[in-house]
Antibody, heavy 121, light 108 residues
Framework: QLQESGSQLVKPSQSLSLTCAVS??????????WSWIRQAPGKGLEWIGY???????YYNPSLMSRVTISVDRSKNQFSLKLSSVTAADTAVYYC???????????????WGKGTTVIVSS | EIVMTQSPATLSASPGEKVTLACRAS??????LAWYQQKPGQAPRLLIY???TRATGIPARFSGSGSGTAFTLTISSLQSEDVAVYYC??????????FGQGTKVEIK
């Protein structure tokens, strides 16, 4: 199970912070990555980035300069920080677990329910 | 980056009808292609990974096929509970992982 929590209303130019609590499995388990995806109102899915091995990460180039994903092993959770937000960052944010498949590439098999973040003054 | 293009944008079919959704990649993604189902107000759910492997608990009426750049998701007998938006996603070449823009499936 994955459960998102965090900032729901953020002012423009500030930072958005979200946490994904993981239950039923460990964020330190091998063969998994921990990802964030977002969906603007009425739009499709946009991958934000993922972290694996607790400290290795990949980010969407379109967001890379503003995104940080981190893992908190003690709390079995991972987090997203997005800086300098604008109205374009208003979206439902999902966390997801990526599992390494038979081709040794990750695909996302478990998703959180999502949390809505609104950027507005 | 790899661009994923889905067609049609919207599909309307009768219950029991066979429906086919298409997904095309701008370059080969090998077999690293997944399909997700998103029902209204819900999070996406994994349907298919590795082009054709159904995820746990997914009914057999859902099947995937294709290779390289052209892929299809088939629902062999459309049910009312299949009303959703379906997304394909490549996980072969990153960053970024890219999703298609989605196909909305409706019941006539």
């Amino acid at each position: 199970q994955l459960q998102e929590s965090g900032s729901q209303l953020v002012k423009p130019s500030q930072s958005l912070s979200l946490t994904c609590a993981v239950s039923g499995f460990s964020v330190t388990s091998g063969g998994y990555c921990w990802s964030w995806i977002r969906q603007a109102p009425g739009k499709g899915l946009e991958w934000i980035g993922y972290i694996y091995d607790s400290d290795s990460s990949y980010y969407n180039p379109s967001l890379m300069s503003r995104v940080t994903i981190s893992v908190d092993r003690s709390k079995n959770q991972f987090s997203l920080k997005l800086s300098s937000v604008t109205a374009a960052d208003t979206a439902v944010y999902y966390c997801a677990r990526g599992v390494m498949g038979p081709t040794y590439y990750y695909y996302m098999d478990v998703w959180g329910k999502g949390t809505t973040v609104i950027v507005s003054s | 980056e790899i661009v994923m293009t889905q067609s049609p944008a919207t599909l309307s079919a009768s219950p029991g009808e066979k429906v086919t959704l298409a997904c095309r990649a701008s370059q080969s993604v090998s077999t690293n292609l997944a399909w997700y189902q998103q029902k209204p107000g819900q999070a996406p759910r994994l349907l298919i990974y590795g082009v054709s492997t159904r995820a746990t608990g997914i009914p057999a009426r859902f099947s995937g096929s294709g290779s390289g750049t052209a892929f299809t998701l088939t629902i062999s007998s459309l049910q009312s509970e299949d009303v959703a938006v379906y997304y394909c996603q490549q996980y072969d070449n990153w960053p970024p992982w890219m999703f298609g823009q989605g196909t909305k499936v409706e019941i006539k």
